[in-house]
């Protein structure tokens, strides 16, 4: 294995995406990071909750070949504390971004002989155990939200600190960008993507803002659609809760990268292919991606017999259980030592029963 698949998520720090680096705009560190990143040993990309992802999931990787998907690889984080704790599993690593696939076969080149790399998203987890020859996996992990790399590296236009082209895409391959869906989207589609997945309370007023400025000339930059969405949103408004406009980033990135779709279409796709004793775990970054994964995982934890019968029936008792109390959230410690996981919440679950038929 340890090669690249011909179609591969992140495991640096992960965010959603609305968040100043963490060290600000100092183009010094930021350059020493790139170039630590490049390399696939970057410590300034802390993985989010690393320890209790290792202590949830470990217990179901420790059989000699049990196989860790990880379906948002990104710079392999998470992963190598896996492949260092677990010595008998194998690691298939999935990621849309190519970038961060060959960061991560860097990091992870002393494991070459248990890793396999395959570029597709993460709802094609089946397609990518296909590919790796393996029939189940003994543990999944989605560490949803945009990586560190992406908004570390100011040309993919995800960060509005900086200048950048209004970009966005997490798989360079793909042919819609931010720049298209901001200055060609209808005023009624384009505030639904404000409001339903940026969570804009002022959707309607930042897209006619949108709306007269592109009449006068394309909008095709992150400062200038910053400076746009700032001045469009009250000053009240604007004096707390962050910088103006990073409710209509994360809109626009969910938007162009589809993932609230991929995300609905991958949990029952990884759960599917669970093996019994086997857990996923996700970690979310916003309200929209922990719900669906709260929905996702509880349906499948409940028993579905008919109130009316005075037994459960052994067709409708579970296939999971849960593993977390409702959403456990990063440390303090680690919030502080690490801000980009101030907004995670993670979730977890293990197979108990085959999948229902």
Known sequence: M?????????????????????????????????????????????????DRIVELLAPALERPGAVLVDGTLGLGGHSEALLRACPGMRLVGVDRDTTALERSAARLAPYADRTHFVHAVYSD????????GAAEADAVLLDLGVSSPQLDETDRGFAYAHDAPLDMRMDRDQSLTAAEVVNTYP????????????????????????????????????????????????????????????????????????E??????????????????????????????????????????????????????????????????????????????????QSARLRAAERVRPPRQ
Do not use: C, W
């Open 125 to 132: 987890i089946p397609r990518a155990l296909d590919e790796a």
């Open 2 to 50: 340890g090669d690249i698949g011909q179609d591969g998520g992140t495991g640096g720090a992960r965010t959603d995406g609305s968040g100043v680096p963490a060290d600000g705009e100092n183009p010094a560190g930021e350059q020493a990071r790139l170039d630590a990143a490049r390399s696939g040993a970057d410590p300034l990309h802390v993985p989010v909750m690393l």
């Open 187 to 258: 005023v009624a589609e384009l505030t639904r993507v404000l409001r339903t997945y940026g969570e804009e309370r002022f959707a309607s007023r930042v897209a006619r803002a949108i709306e007269r400025q592109r009449a006068q000339a394309p909008i095709e930059s992150t400062r200038a659609l910053a400076e746009l969405v700032r001045e469009a949103i009250p000053a009240a408004t604007r004096r707390t809760g962050g910088h103006p406009a990073k409710r209509a980033f994360q809109g626009l990135r969910i938007e162009v990268n589809a």
């Open 260 to 341: 609230l779709s991929i995300l609905e279409r991958a949990l029952p796709a990884a759960i599917a292919r669970l093996a019994g004793g086997g857990r996923v775990a996700v970690l979310s970054y916003h309200s929209l991606e922990d719900r669906m994964t709260k929905r996702a995982l509880a349906a499948l934890a409940t028993d579905t017999t008919p109130a009316d019968l005075p037994v459960p029936l052994p067709e409708r008792q579970p296939e999971l259980r849960l593993l977390t109390r409702g959403a456990e959230l990063p440390t303090d410690e680690e919030n502080e030592r690490n801000p980009r996981a």
